[in-house]
């Protein structure tokens, strides 16, 4: 059993920083990717960010230059930092496992951008 427990969404204006976390725990030992994913309301999910085996990252184009993916392996958990934060990535953040080709979940943080 896999369990992903996030923190570190909230409130934050136009231009500032936030972030998030994404612990994991249970059988991890063959994490084949981790990344994030939002869901506005009325919108589907969309990836954000993604950190595969190897190490290598992959950014959705409107959070380029702005957010970055980094793992902490001993910790087993994954860390999203936004920065320039926009209306428009306000969203529940989820957080994306993929073990031994199954997928888990988060539950969602809420990440609220005032204008």
């Known amino acids: 059993q896999v369990q992903l427990v996030e923190s570190g969404g909230g409130l934050v204006q136009t231009g500032g920083s936030l972030r998030l976390s994404c612990a994991t725990s249970?059988?991890?030992?063959?994490?084949?990717?981790m990344g994030w994913y939002r869901q506005a309301p009325g919108k589907q999910r969309e990836f954000i960010s993604g950190?595969?085996?190897?190490?290598?990252?992959n950014y959705r184009d409107s959070v380029k230059g702005r957010f970055t993916i980094s793992r902490d392996n001993a910790k087993n958990t994954v860390y999203l930092q936004m920065n320039s934060l926009k209306p428009e990535d306000t969203a529940v953040y989820y957080c994306n496992v993929l073990i031994l080709g199954r997928n888990y979940w988060g539950q969602g943080t809420q990440v609220t951008v005032s204008s």
């Open positions: 950190l595969f085996t190897g190490g290598s990252t």
């Open positions: 249970g059988s991890t030992s063959s994490i084949g990717f």
